[in-house]
């Protein structure tokens, strides 16, 4: 096992174990920004430092609300969605804001990145706008997919929360705030086909909130998080149910991949990491106040580094950090630093 160290401080910190929170549990912080001090969470290979500020705006002002979802590029940018006025936000991978895009697309909910054609694409689910947009790494809109006389969409676009693009640039949208529907386009944005219902039913959805493409099984899957059933579920890239891939999860909402793990935002308050098998093998930034759990209007100052109130969306980097945003109405973000390397 190759040890990586993200500091000597945070290396000394988990030598006592658990969650270590460094600096005074009373210092007051600018919005956007954490508490001061690194903060030790999760276990073995899945051992994680926080980055204290990481994110933060050089002139104090708060991210603004986050109730969306990140997205990270090949040369390590971080793309993060808002309902605020900066929109999406691009940070570089030391957290340093380069600029905010597609001022038309506020309250985007979930985004995705596809490489297509060795060129990168964001794809976002704009809940505001009630529809799907492809655009470039600028913010340029390239595609706009909405419901209309010539793309009609059963119940429409409405409450579109999921976004995922497979290989063959077909297009996959679920509509977790409303119908529960997940929808397929072409490349192209015409209506392919749709399935899942509302219900508790095995092949139903009470909340399909996020997903993703899952490449660990040979054939490509969707893993979809059922959030208000507490589950995720396998869907073949057809829309067929391959089964319940975990649950008793605290209300999973986006998903993200790193070699045979996938990490779990859940709104209850941690982000769980599973295995290949669904089964858990860590959690992250579990808060033991569950007075915080799923509370928008938590404030910053109240949240120690290193705890969670309610992860919206996450991902990976590509050394296997992870980038989260809480669901919080000033803006919260946290780069959590992999100590270990198998």
Not at 4 to 32: E, K, R
């Amino acid at each position: 096992m190759k040890k990586i160290l993200a500091s000597s401080l945070a290396v000394a910190a988990f030598a006592f174990g658990g969650a270590v929170v460094h600096g005074h549990p009373d210092h007051h912080v600018a919005p956007g920004k954490d508490l001061e001090g690194e903060a030790i969470t999760g276990n073995g290979i899945h051992t994680y430092v926080t980055v204290p500020g990481w994110g933060a705006f050089d002139d104090g002002n708060a991210l603004g609300p986050t109730h969306g979802g990140i997205a990270v590029s090949k040369n390590g940018n971080v793309y993060v969605s808002t309902d605020g006025d900066r929109s999406i936000c691009v940070f570089d991978s030391e957290g340093n804001f380069l600029q905010s895009i597609a001022p038309d697309c506020v309250g985007t909910h979930a985004l995705f990145m596809s490489e297509e054609n060795g060129e990168e694409f964001l794809y976002g689910a704009h809940l505001k706008g009630q529809r799907i947009v492809k655009m470039t790494l600028d913010g340029e809109v390239l595609l706009s997919i909405e419901d209309g006389a010539e793309n009609p969409i059963p119940e429409g676009l409405n409450g579109v929360t999921a976004i995922s693009v497979g290989d063959d640039g077909r297009i996959y949208a679920g509509i977790g705030y409303g119908s529960n529907f997940v929808h397929v386009f072409s490349p192209e944005g015409k209506l392919l086909k749709s399935f899942g219902s509302k219900g508790e039913g095995i092949d139903q959805f009470r909340a399909c909130h996020g997903m993703s493409i899952d490449m660990r099984f040979g054939e490509p899957r969707l893993l979809i998080a059922d959030r208000e059933n507490r589950r995720l579920k396998h869907y073949d890239l057809e829309g067929n149910l391959i089964g319940v891939f975990a649950e008793n999860l605290r209300r999973p909402c986006a998903i993200s991949f790193f070699g045979d793990y996938c990490a779990i935002a859940e709104l209850e308050g941690r982000v769980t990491i599973l295995d290949k098998e669904g089964v858990v093998v860590a959690f992250l930034g579990d808060n033991p106040v569950k007075e915080q759990w799923a509370k928008y209007k938590t404030p910053l100052d109240a949240i120690p580094a290193g705890l969670f109130t309610a992860p919206h969306g996450l991902s990976y980097d590509s050394e296997g950090n992870i980038f989260v945003q809480d669901w919080n109405e000033t803006g919260r973000l946290t780069r959590l630093n992999r100590l270990y390397s198998e």
